[in-house]
């Protein structure tokens, strides 16, 4: 059984996971703004993954007979300098959910609540998957350039292709 203090760090997180879905999806409204729609379609994506991540920590909170508490979001930022700008703000709001995932692990190893403990493996793993990707995406920026507008143009079309090759995964 959680205790009360591990019920209320679980729904601290589902308030996280709930707010990077809210921000990708604003990123996501920016870049179809800018024509950018493979990016747009990309972090649409993105946002109903994120949106399935609350969703598991919400099953999980109501299993241990928790109260699942939606608490006030924050709006998200809606002004982005360019695409690449997007993605490292991304990648450092990933490391912040990383490091709040791994202080969770540490906690529920500490109380000897072993089945949270075994919960939030899925979750290790799919933080160092989520860096591991943005990591990728980024190096290809810093391949092609800024300023380059014809890279831009690819990237944008590789990371619309994406959504295409995951939904036929
Ligand atoms: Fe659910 Fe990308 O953290």
Not at 19 to 31: R, V
Not at 88 to 101: C, G, M, R, Y
Not at 130 to 155: A, C, H, P, W, Y
Not at 159 to 166: A, D, E, F, H, P
């Amino acid at each position: 059984m959680a205790s009360k203090a591990m019920i209320k760090k679980l729904n601290g997180q589902l308030n996280k996971e709930f707010y990077s879905s809210n921000l990708y999806l604003q990123m996501s409204a920016w870049c179809d703004t800018k024509g950018l729609e493979g990016s747009a379609a990309f972090l649409k994506t993105h946002a109903d993954e994120e949106m399935q991540h609350m969703q598991k920590f919400f099953t999980y909170i109501t299993e241990l007979s928790g109260l699942a508490l939606i608490g006030q979001i924050e709006a998200p930022p809606v002004e982005y300098k360019s695409l690449k700008d997007v993605m490292e703000k991304i990648l450092k709001h990933e490391k912040f959910v990383t490091k709040s995932i791994h202080e969770l692990t540490e906690a529920a190893w500490e109380e000897k609540d072993h089945a949270t403990y075994n919960f939030l493996q899925w979750f290790v793993s799919e933080q160092h998957e989520e860096e591991s990707l943005f990591n990728s995406i980024l190096d290809k920026f810093n391949l092609v350039g800024s300023d380059n507008k014809q890279g831009l143009f690819f990237l944008d079309r590789e990371l619309g292709q994406m959504v295409t090759t995951s939904a036929a995964e």
